[in-house]
């Protein structure tokens, strides 16, 4: 099970992250919101803000903090720089490039531009076109095409860098790292969320 | 070479090698009396020295992902998938450690005080007679010279110690052990194990036999259910020789620990026809020394070991020591795997656990056991193993949509999946071999292996009938969108090598005798994975230990006989 678990972690990372596309891609929020508060080391500005706003169309504030708030583009910027090649960078970029693209294709403008009806007009299309995944087994793929788009793949690696926050990881979803026994089977109710650490 | 003539050069005993084999000799050993020097190659490395025990992802630089130099070190260990920050440094950087590779051959690691008993996935099963006399019924490689009956008492005497929980079964090709209290399956698994048992003949679900302890043993444990065990374990919930054979053989005083050792090769002495010791390069001062003992354990792992052999070079043994049937490095074997099926459940959606189990199912082979069971189109057999559980946030992949309402979603738990995944058997093959390359040194000067193995038909053809029956029992218990897989990947990727210096009976087709003692240098025993005759398809570990144990006792037996 090791192997398992271990693999349900880096297959998450890896699928999007390690190969040669990757990641994420653009848009930030409404039309009024287009600045940037931190400066990008490895996303140009304009692809840092699109990423800022498909991160918040993704995972948004709610009664939880959202994806922004718990600094996940930065994290992403940075993370681009650290784990990938400067191949596999420049291709994930040039991907996230082509999904800004896409975006002024539908709308006539670029995601971080976009109005909340926009937006969701351009991430309906793009979710619709999206295929899902099958989970994969001990770092053994269950389905050898890529059959996720670029909005699958960000999903992908946005989610899971998201929950594994410390704040996510510690404080939205239930925290348990000495279960110090297992309990096979219990009933849950309409409130029992997942564990954090799986 | 310039022979260090101090005492403390002598010893009755040198075991080469720190893992999981190794660390049993030793215990026997020096528990038993003699002045015991293990040589280990990796790094000086104590019981609790785990760094990465307790951190959470969110501790880890870049969550665990290894940046590209990174990978690059570690460029043949990461073809395993799951290399990452809190494991990597109990794996081998392959810079440092090259081998090479006429095919594939993922060659998997740890170089360290501990070996891989650190990070090994902790299953562990008998070998039974249907196992022990497939060779000699079949015709194939060599008959093994013990039986079931030879290793019995041996497994009992192992497992009393380390503690495996399991259940009993009273399968006769899989025995029971001495089990602690069995982990519990949960409710999916519950459901498919009642469907298969009710549906298949002689197909049984229960769950992993595993060195995780569900009670205090021996004062260890228990464990904590938090499946960070490939770190190592600071509540000591599972066997490790750092947990347990190391620190207890220290006990008797009579254990000298020598870290940063890389063993090139057994001397031998032409005047007594047997070994008088080894020769070491220092690791850090790339020094020479020798040492010298009445009795040497090789237990440098599958390949280590047989390539020590290889490089112990004598007027008596021109093509390696113990190689007069020409058998050293050949036969080598591993186990097939990551073939199978997975597939979802509806019906369960009110139901969850809690704790992250360390183990999975196992499902016993049920294939060529009788006459009924018998398979016209492969020989010998596979077990399964894997299990159930529900997905986290990682249903994302899975799951449509965006924005607030998926949030919602995601932090719910997810649907019920189910894998199973099959670990066959690999036949001896004398084309399937390890050989050094004397051309390319290590960075310590000692030749280079290169790999040429493959799988062959037999592998192949059962690897569709593990596809399907694995497909077939899912559908039988419920799932829907059940997906087959088969990804070969490359020997060696099982992390169970072996074989490379059999047993047998006849020195003329043999590396070793029935007591594990290399034919022709009789004080030197061999009781790592080189040793195995055939592969069986259960997890081999528990098997290195009962023959390390069986020989190492023996070894006592003989030194007290003054026989060696
Ligand atoms: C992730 C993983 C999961 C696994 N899961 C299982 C499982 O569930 N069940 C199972 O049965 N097995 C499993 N295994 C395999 C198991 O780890 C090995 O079979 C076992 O460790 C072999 O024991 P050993 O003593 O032969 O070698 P090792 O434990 O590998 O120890 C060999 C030691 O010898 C040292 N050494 C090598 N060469 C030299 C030299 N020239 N000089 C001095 N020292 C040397 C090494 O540094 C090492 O410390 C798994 C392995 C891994 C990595
Ligand atoms: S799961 Fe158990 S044995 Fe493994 S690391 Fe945790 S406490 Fe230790």
């Known amino acids: 099970m090791e192997r398992r678990e271990a693999m349900k972690n880096m297959a998450l990372a890896m699928g999007y992250t390690l190969s040669a596309s990757t990641l994420a891609s653009l848009m930030t929020s409404c039309g009024e919101q287009v600045t940037l508060d931190w400066p990008p080391k490895n996303f140009s500005k304009e692809q840092a803000l699109n990423v800022e706003t498909l991160c918040d169309a993704i995972i948004p504030k709610t009664d939880t903090p959202g994806a922004k708030e718990l600094g996940v583009p930065q994290f992403l910027d940075s993370f681009i720089g650290e784990v990938m090649t400067e191949a596999d960078r420049a291709a994930y970029l040039k991907e996230l490039d082509a999904f800004i693209q896409l975006c002024v294709d539908s709308q006539g403008k670029q995601l971080y531009a976009c109005d909340e009806a926009e937006k969701k007009a351009f991430l309906d299309e793009q979710n619709a076109q999206n295929k899902m995944k099958y989970p994969g087994i001990w770092g053994a793929d269950m389905v050898k095409a890529d059959m996720r788009n670029f909005f699958g793949k960000f999903k992908d690696t946005l989610v899971w860098v998201f929950f594994t926050t410390k704040v996510a990881g510690e404080e939205i979803l239930p925290y348990d790292p000495v279960p110090g026994g297992y309990d096979a089977c219990f009933t849950i109710t309409p409130d029992t969320k997942s564990w954090s650490l799986g | ?564």
């Open chain 2, 1 to 564: 070479m310039m022979q260090d003539q101090s005492n403390t050069n002598y010893y009755d005993a040198i075991v080469v090698g720190s893992g999981i084999s190794g660390g049993w000799a030793t215990k026997i050993l020096a528990e038993g009396g003699m002045k015991t020097l293990m040589l280990e190659r990796g790094r000086m490395l104590r019981h609790g020295e785990y760094p990465t025990a307790g951190l959470d992802p969110w501790d880890m630089p870049n969550r665990g992902v290894l940046t590209p130099e990174q990978n690059q070190e570690y460029n043949k260990q990461t073809r395993t998938g799951w290399i990452s920050f809190d494991n990597k440094d109990m794996f081998v950087k392959d810079v440092n450690n090259p081998y090479d590779e006429d095919k594939r051959f993922d060659w998997i690691r740890g170089y360290q005080v501990g070996g891989r008993s650190i990070t090994w996935g902790r299953q562990t099963y008998r070998l039974s007679d249907l196992d022990f006399e497939a060779n000699a019924k079949e015709g194939i490689g060599v008959d093994w010279p013990i039986r079931y009956k030879d290793l019995a008492p041996w497994y009992d005497y192992v497992e009393k110690y380390v503690g495996i929980s399991g259940q009993a079964m009273g399968l006769p090709h899989l025995p029971d052990g001495q089990f602690l209290p069995p982990m519990e399956l949960n409710c999916v698994e519950q459901h498919t194990k009642e469907i298969i048992e009710s549906t298949f003949d002689s197909r049984y679900l229960t769950i992993g036999r595993v060195t995780n302890l569900t009670q205090q043993h021996n004062g260890r444990g228990p464990c904590q259910y938090r499946n960070r065990c490939i770190r190592g374990c600071p509540y000591s919930g599972y066997f490790s020789s750092l947990s347990s054979t190391i620190p207890d053989a220290e006990k008797s005083g009579n254990l000298t620990i020598r870290a940063n050792s890389v063993v090139l090769s057994v001397i031998y002495d032409e005047s007594t026809g047997k070994a008088s010791g080894v020769r070491i390069v220092d690791a850090e001062t790339k020094e020479t020394h020798e040492f010298f003992a009445k009795v040497i354990f090789l237990n440098a792992s599958a390949i280590g070991s047989t390539s020590i052999l290889m490089n112990s070079i004598s007027d008596r043994f021109p093509n390696g020591m113990g190689n007069d049937s020409d058998q050293l490095g050949r036969n080598l074997m591993d186990h097939h795997y990551r073939v199978g099926a997975m597939g979802f459940i509806d019906g369960f959606e009110d139901k969850y656990y809690k704790g992250r189990r360390p183990n999975g199912i196992y499902i016993p082979r049920f294939r060529n056991l009788d006459e009924a069971t018998k398979r016209d189109d492969y020989l010998r057999g596979f077990g399964y193993q894997g299990g159930a559980g529900r997905a986290g946030f990682d249903q994302s992949a899975y799951t449509d949509g965006y924005g607030a309402e998926y949030k919602e979603q995601l932090m719910k738990p997810g649907p019920w999946s189910m894998s199973l995944v099959g670990f066959g058997e690999m036949l001896p093959d004398p084309s399937n071999r390890v050989y050094l390359n004397h051309d390319k040194k290590d960075p310590y000067g000692m030749p280079t292996v290169t790999f040429d193995c493959e799988f062959k038909d037999n592998e192949l053809a059962m690897r569709k009938d593990m596809k399907t029956s694995a497909a077939e029992m899912l559908e039988a218990a419920g799932f829907r969108d059940v997906r087959e897989y088969d990804d070969l990947g490359a020997p060696g990727l099982g992390i169970h090598e072996m074989g490379t210096a059999r047993m047998g009976h006849d020195p003329k087709t043999s590396v070793l005798n029935k007591w594990n003692q290399v034919h022709g240098a009789e004080n030197v025993f061999v009781t790592d994975g080189a040793a195995m005759t055939s592969s069986a398809c259960q997890n081999p570990s528990l098997t290195y230990m009962a023959l390390t144990a069986r020989a190492a006792h023996y070894a006592l037996d003989q030194v007290k006989k003054k026989n060696l």
